[in-house]
């Protein structure tokens, strides 16, 4: 006789059991993914679970599991709203399910107390793999998830860490190539305005626009009246200011260079708001949505977020799937995408 589920308790592998006329083990069997059930049985156990309205205790499983694996991966981001995180998340996303792998994401905002607290959070989940966005300042938080096995991969920036697995874009090599191309139409006076100086990718980018404009950076203090410099930029609203005020200035740079895509936007907007952006020009690092539809088209050194989840989904899962090998890093080269406002050349005789 089949059995009812009781009334006021939850729906069991044996009420599944009952109801498809099978055993329990073949449930399990089912509902863990496990080979060895012939496809018509199998169905029957799945409709048999939909019209009882059975839901799977993953957790359950995981603990019965000898490798005590949750098929679970975490994602610490910087901030999923930023087009480049949602990019990136999107493509670990893809990666994991083809694994049956759920991902579970958070955002830093570039709080290393709120990136610890994540990380803490996941590793106490039992997720199998941690990918981190790292702010670089809460080192010992990794630290203590490898202590517990937890395979971590880096993403997007650099930790000192050992036996981290890594992968970032070419930051620096990006940046002076577009600032070399800023050199080369005529521009001497050109502004830097970047991310916090504790962020990897922040420094790197920094790095690279040195290479090109050394004097620009000769300064021991960035973003002080006059330098060319500003750092410590994470809002489209503070670059508009920043930007508002070198314009301002005795001497305003006759082109930018963004170490951030926020950063970019406020900047254009502050040469918009001054009927500027035909006038001086502006490179960004990293590409954001309709910059091809404004007039002149936003030049930007284009990283490839989906790439690097890509290939930080690969080396996380390679270590899950057993690689015991040295720590490796995968460099992801960025590509220069002209359209207009990087390629506004210098005026004759700028303004003093």
Do not use: C
Not at 120 to 136: M, Q, S, Y
Not at 139 to 156: K, M
Not at 324 to 345: D, K, L
Request: charged fraction near 25%; hydrophobic fraction near 45%; avoid cysteine.
């Amino acid at each position: 006789m089949v059995r009812q589920a009781g009334a006021g308790r939850g729906v069991t592998m044996r009420d599944v059991a009952d109801r498809a006329g099978v055993g329990l083990a073949t449930v399990s069997r089912v509902v863990n993914g496990a080979s060895g059930v012939a496809p018509e049985l199998a169905e029957k156990v799945r409709a048999a679970a939909r019209d009882l309205g059975y839901r799977h205790d993953a957790t359950a499983s995981s603990l019965r599991r000898a490798d005590r694996r949750t098929d679970t991966v975490a994602l610490v981001l910087e901030d999923v709203a930023n087009p480049f995180s949602s990019a990136l998340q999107r493509a670990i996303t893809d990666a994991a399910a083809e694994r049956g792998v759920l991902v579970l994401s958070g955002s830093s905002d570039e709080n290393p107390s709120r990136e610890r607290d994540l990380v803490e959070t996941f590793t106490a989940r039992r997720a199998d793999g941690l990918i981190v966005v790292p702010t670089g300042q809460a080192d010992d938080a990794l630290r203590a998830a490898q202590s517990f096995g937890t395979p971590l991969v880096a993403v997007d920036r650099m930790v000192d860490l050992d036996g981290v697995d890594t992968v970032t874009v070419d930051n620096r090599e990006g940046t002076a190539a577009a600032a070399a191309r800023l050199r080369e139409a005529g521009h001497r006076r050109v502004a830097y305005f970047g991310d916090q100086a504790t962020i990897w990718t922040a420094g790197e980018r920094l790095a690279g626009f040195s290479d090109v404009f050394p004097a620009a950076t000769a300064a021991d203090t960035p973003g002080a009246p006059g330098s060319p410099i500003r750092l410590g930029l994470s809002s489209v609203e503070a670059a508009e200011r920043a930007a508002h005020e070198a314009l301002a200035s005795p001497e305003p740079p006759t082109a930018f260079v963004s170490g951030q895509n926020l950063i970019t936007i406020g900047i254009r907007r502050a040469l918009q708001e001054a009927g500027l952006e035909h006038r001086i020009a502006l490179v960004g690092f990293d590409d954001f949505p309709l910059a091809d539809l404004l007039t002149p088209g936003v030049s930007v050194i284009a990283q490839d977020p989906a790439q690097l989840g890509i290939e930080a989904a690969r080396l996380l899962f390679a270590r899950l799937d057993g690689h015991e090998g040295p720590a490796r890093h995968t460099v992801v080269p960025t590509r220069y995408i002209a359209r207009g406002s990087g390629e506004i050349p210098a005026p004759a005789n700028p303004a003093p």
